[in-house]
């Protein structure tokens, strides 16, 4: 017996499912399902050292960032059937530059850009590819705004199943498209947005037998939850006040949130850090829902230049509510301008990263001065993809180029545009002398 179950997440329903059932909603009640872990046995000591001892190991599990930690992921018992290429093991960055700008004390990026496939996608995905292959399936397929379509064809290309990405087209940066064409995925551009294609591949999944890989399969989620792991592991099991993340489909708000019930639970941690999600004002369904005090809407027309977070309608907002509830967090929207020149800074500091995970620095930024984070707090903020996933919109902000998606200048604050040199080592010698180690604009340099 597998030592883990699928129960219903409304705790009205609670109905619980055998684990290999191919299901992502609840048969009775229609909610969102999660795996339920058995953790009655589990003994913080023992499994602190196991996994110390796990380090030391070159087998492709142990060396794995999810599962080194898969005491806390029971449900595979087969460990040949384990798709890992591997992922996690991403760092724990301090930048000082970074918390000076969002008016803080410190701050610790944990950098989950680092993954195989640059973004923390792959944490969830070596779980959901792993359940695939255990449950015998052929296809797989997703919806994504670019970076779980890039995830899971690259875990399916190499567990020999045959990835169907759908995309909304013309609204996903090109390195996450071009990483889905070169894992070989059958890549399908719809002329609709996010949430509407992904009612619609819902819809053919149950037609046509494939198996879905979003954030709404809780396998993914199961595989989310090792980033607060291994974040925790990375602290010596000292939890944060904070922890920051960017929200879209509000997966992975969903899997951090589980990941720290179950670590308290297990008696690996002895409190609960406070989770902040950051949405893009344009696309902020659970920012309303949390400061609204009416029921949640979705909004019809996301927009924000951060595509990876265009979503209206993020399917996990129930579960995110619940982890929000739980662990005393807020709910922040930012502006554009926020996110390109938190992003900028970021990149400042030698880490970078892409246009949404800057969200949880200009969220920090805003918290602090709203009076909700203390600048003496311990805080931690998720990075979650990688700056090269989206170089147009760096090009286009250091060049003064970059507009808000209804046409809006964004001020380049921290702007860093290419010089054009002439063939004259004189020349260039004599911009060199007058160069202070700022950026230059970029015009009139010579
Ligand atoms: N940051 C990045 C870089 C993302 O790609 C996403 C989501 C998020 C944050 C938000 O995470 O959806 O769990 O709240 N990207 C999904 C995708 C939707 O299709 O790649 P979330």
């Not at 995905?125 to 970076?147: D, E, F, I, P, Y």
């Not at 974040?231 to 489909?249: E, F, H, S, T, Y």
């Not at 990876?308 to 554009?336: C, F, H, L, M």
Request: charged share 20%.
């Amino acid at each position: 017996m597998p030592a883990a179950d699928l129960v219903c997440f409304n705790p009205d329903c609670r109905k619980r499912c055998a684990i290999d059932a191919v299901l992502y909603t609840c048969p009775r009640c229609g909610a969102l399902l999660e795996v339920a872990n058995d953790y009655s046995r589990a003994d913080p000591g023992a499994l602190k050292a196991l996994w110390d001892k796990r380090r030391a190991s070159r087998a492709k599990i142990d060396v794995s960032g999810v599962w080194r930690f898969r005491e806390m992921l029971p449900f595979v018992e087969d460990p040949a059937q384990i798709v890992t290429l591997p992922e996690g093991n991403t760092p724990l960055f301090d930048a000082p530059g970074a918390a000076a700008y969002a008016g803080i004390d410190r701050i610790q990026f944990k950098h989950q850009g680092y993954n195989p496939t640059a973004s923390f996608k792959d944490n969830g995905m070596t779980a959901g590819a792993t359940q695939a292959v255990k449950l015998g399936m052929k296809r797989v397929a997703c919806v994504s705004t670019g970076n779980t379509s890039a995830s899971m064809a690259a875990y399916a290309a190499a567990a020999g199943l045959q990835p169907i990405v759908f995309i909304p087209r013309g609204n996903i940066a090109y390195g996450k498209l071009a990483q889905a064409l070169e894992y070989g995925a059958l890549t399908i551009q719809v002329e609709a947005n996010f949430d509407r294609i992904l009612a619609l591949v819902r819809e053919l999944a149950e037609e046509c037998g494939i198996y879905l890989l979003n954030s709404l399969n809780p396998f993914r989620i199961e595989g989310q939850k090792s980033i607060v792991i291994e974040l925790l592991d990375q602290r010596n099991w000292q939890a944060p006040d904070w922890i920051v993340l960017p929200g879209g489909n509000l997966g992975n708000v969903s899997a951090l949130g589980k990941g720290l019930r179950e670590l308290r639970q297990i008696g690996l941690i002895d409190r609960l850090p406070r989770v902040a999600v950051v949405q893009a004002e344009g696309a902020a369904p659970f920012y309303r829902y949390f400061h609204g005090g009416g029921g949640y809407e979705p909004i019809r027309e996301p927009e924000t230049l951060a595509t990876a977070i265009r979503i209206g309608d993020p399917v996990s907002w129930p579960k995110a509510a619940g982890e929000i509830a739980a662990t005393a967090g807020v709910a922040e929207a930012v502006t554009e301008q926020q996110i390109a020149d938190a992003k900028a800074v970021i990149g400042r500091c030698g880490i970078g990263c892409e246009p949404a995970s800057a969200a949880s620095l200009a969220g920090i930024r805003k918290l602090v001065a709203g009076g909700t984070i203390d600048p003496a707090a311990d805080i931690v903020a998720i990075l979650t993809g990688h700056l090269l996933k989206d170089p147009d919109y760096v090009y286009r902000y250091h060049t003064g180029r970059l507009e808000t998606p209804s046409g809006g200048k964004i001020a380049s604050a921290f702007g860093n545009a290419p010089v054009t040199a002439p063939d004259d080592p004189a020349k260039i010698a004599e911009l060199l002398a007058r160069w202070s180690g700022d950026p230059l604009s970029g015009h009139g340099a010579f």
